[in-house]
């Protein structure tokens, strides 16, 4: 994945974290509600993140595993 890729992948995940947060301000959502889920949806972005990062790094070959048994 290319820098350019995963910074657009960020910057569309923030924009979903901001819309979210407007919404949850417009339905008069608590102030505890609302940091609360905006805590985990960001937890949420992170790990998409991190994980679109994992399944990009190039996978190296496994060692043999019938020397190991």
């Known amino acids: 994945m290319t820098d350019d890729r995963l ?3 960020a910057d569309c ?3 979903c974290i901001e819309a979210l947060a407007d919404a949850l301000q417009a339905s ?3 102030g ?3 940091a609360q889920l905006l805590s ?4 949420a ?3 998409a993140l991190r994980l679109e990062l994992l399944l990009d790094e190039p996978v ?5 595993l019938r020397l190991a048994a």
């Open 45 to 47: 972005v992170l790990q």
């Open 7 to 9: 910074q657009r992948r």
């Open 13 to 15: 995940l923030a924009a």
């Open 60 to 64: 190296e070959p496994a060692a043999d």
């Open 28 to 30: 008069g959502a608590s």
């Open 40 to 43: 985990q949806a960001s937890t």
């Open 32 to 34: 505890e509600a609302s």
